[in-house]
């Protein structure tokens, strides 16, 4: 079971390039999530899903695009990278049903730190 | 709209000693999750402990416990017998029970450094 799987977990980027962060669940879990870590600042949503095919914004998603064909995969895109998106990534599934199989909560990736130069 | 605050940005500890981590959050919801995040240098979100606004018994995971006080609306982490593996820093985090999202909304954190 491996849970929550993102890639690539290191990225260098130019200004103006644009990148696809991957993220992958194998939980079957309805909800989904990308969240970025700034210093100081805790995680801040940017982009969120309730299954597949329906997407919303968070809190911060100027920059940033998902998309959600699949139940498993919840790529972001960064069509434009500024420095103002240097960061590290966080992608992540949740399950808060009535279940009792030890997927109750949240599943985190291990995070893409993200540098835009 | 929620908010989650702890106003300890950084913490320190002797090994084997005892410390507490304050959150306190800001909310109109009656029904919701608290949790404890522990982020180590692996950079890792590890689930330390959660607690169900509903339940009055503060939840406790060996090491772990905390002192819920909902009417104050504080959520504090209790480390017992500190280990040099407590090392990193620690997010608060509340989620509204019964949402269309089950988003999380995060504190700043508070770095933990356990001196041996």
């Known amino acids: 079971n491996a849970g929550v799987t993102q890639t690539p977990k290191f990225r260098i980027l130019k200004i103006g390039q644009s990148m696809t962060l991957q993220c992958t669940q194998d939980m079957n879990h309805n909800y989904m999530y990308w969240y970025r870590q700034d210093p100081g600042m805790g995680l801040k949503l940017i982009y969120y899903?309730?299954?597949?095919?329906?997407?919303d914004k968070g809190e911060v998603p100027n920059g940033y695009n998902v998309s959600r064909s699949t139940t498993e995969d919840f790529p972001l895109r960064l069509e434009l990278a500024a420095p103002s998106q240097t960061s590290v990534y966080f992608c992540a599934s949740s399950y808060f049903g009535t279940s009792a199989t030890g997927n109750y909560g949240y599943t985190f990736g291990s995070g893409t730190r993200l540098t835009v130069v | 709209a929620q908010t989650v605050t702890q106003s300890q940005p950084e913490m320190s500890v002797q090994e084997a000693e005892t410390v507490t981590l304050s959150c306190t959050y800001d909310t109109s919801e009656n029904n919701y999750y608290l949790f404890w995040y522990k982020q180590p240098p692996s950079r890792q979100m590890i689930l330390v402990i959660r607690?169900?606004?509903?339940?009055?018994q503060n939840a406790t995971e060996n090491r772990f416990s905390v002192n819920f006080q909902k009417a104050a609306k504080s959520f504090s982490l209790k480390i017992s017998d500190s280990q040099l593996g407590d090392t990193a820093m620690y997010f608060c985090a509340f989620m509204k029970r019964g949402g269309a999202t089950n988003k999380l909304i995060f504190g700043t954190g508070t770095l933990l450094a356990v001196q041996p």
């Open positions: 607690q169900e606004a509903y339940k009055q």
């Open positions: 899903s309730v299954g597949a095919g329906i997407t």
